[in-house]
């Protein structure tokens, strides 16, 4: 399996509060991604990063910053939590190179459950 | 829209019967698709994949096949183990963008002893 963890794994928080959580992931890949998890949504990505410093959005990146300042952390922050951000978050990573279909998977850490109040 | 859909949302099958999931898209531009399977309160766990120009992969139990004039996929399991009861997701990427996976809503497999 893959390095990855997720810290926290559980956090309630309150509404208006920040929240970061961070990935960690010890594979030295260079791409790293955020997703929710909800019923009837399946996976939706919030934001993914394509080296040091460099970030782009997702499809539910409203109310989602990331930063990205070494190679194995990615942090996901609420600026402001609401309650329709209570979800399953989870980190994912890709050792994708450029034209390589073998190495397109990615592999996902174990979750963190956010739950705001 | 959806772009990969899942849908049957549950599927429930005999232990040693072949187990079918089924996948369809909309994007042509889509040439590669993955399978991941997840179990309760972890992450996803990537199962097998298929790049667009195949029509089957087969990796052990699992067997995915692509139909490209249908823009559908399947997942068969043969045979069917208790262990294989899970979510299972569908994902699919566009080769040359930063190959960002769209996933289906997935559908939950129950194998029954």
């Known amino acids: 399996d893959a390095g990855i963890t997720q810290s926290p794994r559980h956090k309630v928080t309150e509404t208006g509060t920040p929240v970061t959580l961070r990935c960690h992931q010890t594979?030295?890949?260079?791409?790293m991604y955020w997703y929710r998890q909800d019923p009837g949504h399946g996976l939706r990505l919030i934001h993914y990063?394509?080296?040091?410093?460099?970030?782009d959005k997702g499809e539910v990146s409203d109310g989602y910053s990331v930063s990205r300042s070494k190679t194995e952390d990615f942090l996901l922050t609420l600026e402001s939590a609401t309650s329709s951000q209570t979800s399953v978050y989870f980190c994912a990573i890709s050792g994708r190179t450029s034209g390589s279909f073998a190495s397109y998977e990615q592999y996902f850490g174990p979750g963190t459950r956010l739950t705001v109040t | 829209d959806q772009q990969v859909k899942q849908n049957s949302p549950s599927l429930s099958v005999q232990e040693g019967r072949i187990s079918i999931l089924n996948c369809d898209y909309t994007n042509s531009m889509f040439d590669y698709f993955l399978w991941y399977k997840k179990y309760p309160a972890e992450g996803p766990t990537f199962l097998i994949s298929?790049?667009?120009?195949?029509d089957k992969n087969e990796d052990g139990r699992f067997t995915v096949f692509l139909n490209k004039s249908a823009k559908h996929l399947s997942l068969h399991i043969v045979p069917s183990q208790p262990g294989d009861s899970a979510v299972y997701f569908c994902?699919?990427?566009?080769?040359?963008?930063?190959?960002?996976?769209?996933f289906g809503k997935g559908t939950k497999l129950s194998v029954k002893p």
């Open positions: 994902a699919a990427s566009v080769g040359g963008s930063q190959g960002n996976l769209i």
């Open positions: 990063s394509y080296g040091v410093k460099d970030t």
């Open positions: 298929i790049s667009s120009i195949k």
């Open positions: 594979e030295n890949h260079r791409y």
